[in-house]
């Protein structure tokens, strides 16, 4: 007797049992390769049931999960919320309407949606199935299962030579941005940015992250002409976007036949999601909240239309709290000797030098000179007699010179012996790029996503010290003290360094949408002292770089 096919699974039995649907699905390809008419049936089945052929056939996969229990690719098991996207998604096409899905971070809308054109590609006679994201690599990039190509690849692959379509070539018929079905003509298509929309018709058209794209409204009219069901797919990026508008003046849909003349709305709430209580919401925020990152919750998990990332990075009652934070705190200054050196630009900036031993910022210099030369040699003087120390230097523009002059004193035999300068560039690409904001934390947005470059992730990183410090001096949280930071409040500049510390505000790439930062808003000078100390803290190695594109 066969066991009970896999179907859509409630909150209270989940996880499910994966071994069961591989068992289940292993056993009734054994019928069907042993019945050949069975197979006519099934497909007729599975023609009008996405649900069915989705749990019963298709896989998923979540990189996260290598190297754990859980395998990284696994049966496609939906829960409740995402069996109910697939009867939204067939009621829009009936009515032709179009629709919106405002979702909450992490749950699995877009492989949902991918997998509902799968069904269409297979089941659906010369259906043409649109997909666009505002930039091509999030639309296809081989070998890149972030990319909705490569979901609906990893979908097709993992199908049972069965149900594939006659004459189908997984080399030939699935090239970029393009999956062809040779048997009845349907198609999957892709196009990014402004091109969404001027690729000829469709019977629907999924637009993946919409609320984040740079043009929209160019792309509204382009998809108006161009097909009758138009899918928008996003978590919420702010007021007054056409994704926020559409949301604003459509209806929500409860169930059965879509709403002729409106956008309907499918909400994919967190607490939809099997795996989250109310436990995992208040820990995940407390988390992010910490972390700086509050915003982020507000805006992904929360669906918070006005959050906004827009702020000053170190609040001025953080630094009050790390000036002599180590006499506030009981510890001593330990550990290497590092120290951030920033060259004037233009106008009235000044070149800065600071040092720190362990996390004590234990001196600070500015002065005027337009000589990058003598800069670097009254550096040099600076770090003469502190021992070995490395010393973060900016290489961009006026700040190249100083490696010229580094060589001729290093040639001359000048250079004293353990002083090393290491270039710092504000404009390359984060560190760790890999890697979570939130260190052990899979959920948290990775590093290149998040930075537009290592300005911005150096000057978070340096917020997030301040922040922890003051945790630890007003309301006694401890932290690892290597994570805080304490200014000598003797420096002579400390108000220099208070005001500067303060300035710099944290926005938004218009076209990446990453986090960057303004260091002169309307009104100030550059904050040279400030960036030094930045350098200080989130010190890099020579190899990050390629000096000869940067000298």
């Known amino acids: 007797m066969l066991m009970q096919p896999p179907s859509i699974v409630k909150r209270d039995r989940w996880p499910p049992d994966y071994v069961a649907v591989w068992q289940w699905r292993q056993n009734q390809l054994r019928h069907i390769r042993s019945n050949p008419d069975m197979l006519g049936g099934a497909r007729e089945f599975y023609r009008t049931h996405p649900v069915e052929f989705i749990l019963h056939w298709m896989d998923t996969f979540d ?23 697939i009867n939204f998604l067939r009621a829009l096409l009936e009515a032709e309407e179009g629709g919106l899905i405002e979702k909450a971070r992490d749950m699995g809308a877009t492989w949902v949606c991918c997998a509902f054109s799968v069904w269409l590609w297979l089941y659906w006679d010369g259906a043409s199935i649109g997909w666009g994201s505002r930039k091509e690599q999030l639309v296809d990039k081989l070998g890149d299962a972030d990319s909705i190509f490569e979901k609906i690849r990893i979908l097709i692959r993992g199908l049972p030579r069965e149900f594939l ?24 298509t892709g196009e990014a940015g402004d091109n969404i929309g001027r690729g000829g018709r469709k019977l629907i058209y999924f637009k993946d992250e919409s609320a984040h794209y740079e043009r929209p409204e160019k792309i509204e009219a382009a998809l108006s002409e161009n097909t009758r069901v138009q899918v928008d797919i996003s978590s919420v990026n702010g007021l007054g976007n056409v994704f926020h508008r559409r949301r604003e003046a459509g209806i929500e849909w409860t169930g059965g036949k879509a709403v002729k003349g409106k956008t309907n ?81 233009e106008g009235l900036d ?47 523009g006026m700040g190249a010179g100083v490696k010229s002059e580094i060589n001729r004193l290093m040639d001359d035999d000048i250079l004293p012996d353990g002083v090393v300068f290491v270039p710092w560039s504000a404009s390359a690409a984060a560190l760790h790029p890999d890697e979570p904001v939130i260190p052990d934390d899979d959920e948290s947005p990775i590093n ?65 949408l990453k986090s960057l930062v303004n260091k002169t808003p309307d009104g100030t000078a550059s904050p040279n002292v400030a960036d030094a100390i930045m350098q200080c803290y989130w010190p890099v190695e020579a190899s990050n770089y390629n000096l000869m594109a940067l000298l």
Not at 165 to 188: K, T
Not at 316 to 339: H, N, S
Not at 377 to 391: H, N, P
């Open 350 to 396: 000044k070149n800065a030098w600071v040092d720190r031993k362990g996390v004590c910022l234990l001196s600070a210099h500015f002065w005027s000179d337009r000589d990058v030369g003598v800069a670097a040699r009254k550096a040099v003087g600076f770090a003469q007699d502190l021992g070995e120390i490395e010393v973060n230097y900016d290489c961009i």
């Open 448 to 512: 290149k996503d998040f930075f537009q470059n290592m300005k911005a992730q150096g000057w978070w990183k340096l917020g997030r010290r301040f922040f922890k410090t003051w945790q630890a001096v007003e309301h006694g949280i401890e932290h690892p003290i290597d994570e805080l930071i304490s200014i000598n409040g003797d420096i002579p500049i400390i108000r220099t360094i208070e005001k500067e510390l303060c300035q710099p505000t944290m926005g938004r790439s218009a076209s990446t």
């Open 165 to 188: 379509p006659r004459g189908f070539s997984v080399a030939d018929d699935m090239p970029f941005m393009r999956i062809i079905n040779p048997e009845n003509g349907a198609s999957i």
């Open 63 to 85: 990189p996260r999960n290598s190297g754990r229990e859980k395998p990284a690719k696994m049966p496609f098991v939906l829960f409740e919320r995402q069996g109910d996207m």
């Open 265 to 345: 709305v499918f909400v994919m709430d967190w607490s939809d999601h099997p795996e989250k209580n109310q436990a995992w919401f208040d820990a995940k925020k407390a988390r992010m909240e910490e972390e700086g990152l509050g915003h982020v919750f507000a805006q992904e998990v929360e669906r918070n239309y006005a959050s906004s990332l827009q702020g000053i990075i170190i609040k001025p009652e953080w630094v009050k709290a790390a000036i002599d934070a180590d006499k506030k705190l009981g510890f001593e200054p330990e550990g290497g000797r590092v120290a951030g050196l920033d060259i004037a630009d």
